[in-house]
Every structure is written in structure tokens, then in C-alpha cells.
């Protein structure tokens, strides 16, 4: 089974360019995350979204950022403009409404991105 | 503010060692405490979890210990082997309605021959 699959899995762009990541979830999971992870910081939570619904924004740093999921297979997130300080790796992750005992989250492989 | 934190930072084990990396939580509230493994270049995957209701858990080389009291939890890694070489990542949940999970700052774990 493909897991979560995100794209692009690198990006360089220089300060000011818009950047668009996407992100794929496993099929039938409802619970949909964007994780960023830096040296300094760890892994950070940025929103979440159930149903298709975005639960929790409060981890996205500024208006800067900004999710969508206009549906269950398909997410993304949009930096614009960016800055080099948003240089990290982003991270999209995925759950089963019935996550049970092991309430395990799916990552993707990652979209490492560089603002010059 | 929800806060987990986890120490070391980064940890040198010999092959054949144990590896203790510690984690101690702030919010009661959680019910459920992962702990996440990630290769270079891969995203964190799911290693081994556990819920406060019992103080151990082991899978394998893999074991949680939890002390429920000190809200403290750690992760022992018997025998550790090269190929542990990975960075490790604690957490923890309150799984109610809208739940997500809290992560420590993470251990990178260096296992040498």
C-alpha cells in the first residue's frame, strides 16, 4: 500500500517566491497533520485537519502560512511569501479514525525546503 | 503550555550496549506516550507506545518504562545495534476528541562498532 506521499521532496526558492507543498494521505484515514522540523525547534506541529476540517491552526507561525484540504486525498501548504527562516523540512502525516491502541501517525518522507 | 521534554540531545552507545534516552511530560491530561523513530532522510515512523496504566511495555530490544507518579518515561534499547542509528522522539497525547501529539526535541542515537 502507498503510504503518505508528499511532493516536492526538495525545493530551493529565493526570499519572496511563493511555495506550494502537497500532500497525498493514506486512503481512508481522516485525520491529516503538517509537521516542520528544524535542528532548533524539533518537530513542530502546524494544523491538523479532521474530515477535511481544520481542527487546530494555533502552530502556524504567521499569516505567511497557510493549509487547505479541499478534499479526503489532498492537502497543501502555502508559504507566501517565504523567508529564509522558513528553511526547514515539512513534514505531512495521516491517522485512521480508529487509531485503537497504537494511535499511529503515518509520515511522509519529507519536502526539505531552502529559502535563499 | 503542553510541553514534553526529553534529554539526552544526542547519545554515542557501543554495539552490544544499552541505550536510555529519558522523557518527562507536564500535562496530566495525556493518555498515550509514543515513541517515534526517524532514519536520516525518512519521516518519524512508530516504534513502541504506551498508556499509563501499566508501568513497562516491551517489544523485543524495545522497552518503554513509565513511572506514572514522577511523570517521567524512558526508552531502553537492549543490545543496541548499528542499525538503531536513528533519531528518536517522544511524545505524548491526550487521545480524546481533536487529539494530537506533543513531541520532545528529540536524541539522536549513534551506535559504534
Known amino acids: 500500500d502507498a503510504g503518505v506521499i508528499q511532493s516536492p521532496r526538495h525545493e530551493v526558492t529565493e526570499m519572496g517566491q511563493e511555495v506550494t507543498l502537497r500532500c497525498k494521505p493514506i486512503s481512508g484515514h481522516n485525520s491529516l497533520f503538517w509537521y516542520r522540523q528544524t535542528m532548533m525547534r524539533g518537530l513542530e506541529l502546524l494544523i491538523y485537519f479532521n474530515n477535511n476540517v481544520p481542527i487546530d491552526d494555533s502552530g502556524m507561525p504567521e499569516d505567511r502560512f497557510s493549509a487547505k484540504m479541499p478534499n479526503a486525498s489532498f492537502s497543501t501548504l502555502k508559504i507566501q511569501p517565504s523567508e529564509p527562516r522558513d528553511s526547514a523540512v515539512y513534514f505531512c502525516a495521516s491517522s485512521s479514525p480508529w487509531r485503537g491502541d497504537t494511535g499511529e501517525l503515518f509520515f511522509g518522507e519529507g519536502s526539505r525546503l531552502t529559502v535563499l | 503550555q503542553q510541553q514534553v521534554k526529553q534529554s539526552p540531545q544526542s547519545l554515542i552507545v557501543q554495539k552490544g550496549g544499552i541505550s536510555i534516552i529519558n522523557c518527562a511530560y507536564e500535562n496530566t491530561a495525556f493518555d498515550y506516550f509514543p515513541w517515534y523513530q526517524q532514519f536520516p532522510g525518512k519521516g518519524p515512523a512508530l516504534l513502541i507506545a504506551?498508556?499509563?496504566?501499566?508501568s513497562e511495555k516491551k517489544e523485543g530490544r524495545f522497552t518503554i518504562s513509565f513511572n506514572k507518579s514522577a511523570k517521567q518515561f524512558s526508552l531502553h534499547i537492549m543490545d543496541s545495534q548499528p542499525g538503531d542509528s536513528a533519531t528518536y522522539f517522544c511524545a505524548g497525547e491526550f487521545t480524546g476528541t481533536a487529539s494530537k501529539l506533543t513531541f520532545g526535541t528529540g536524541t539522536r542515537l549513534q551506535v559504534t562498532l
Open positions: 504506551i498508556r499509563p496504566d501499566v
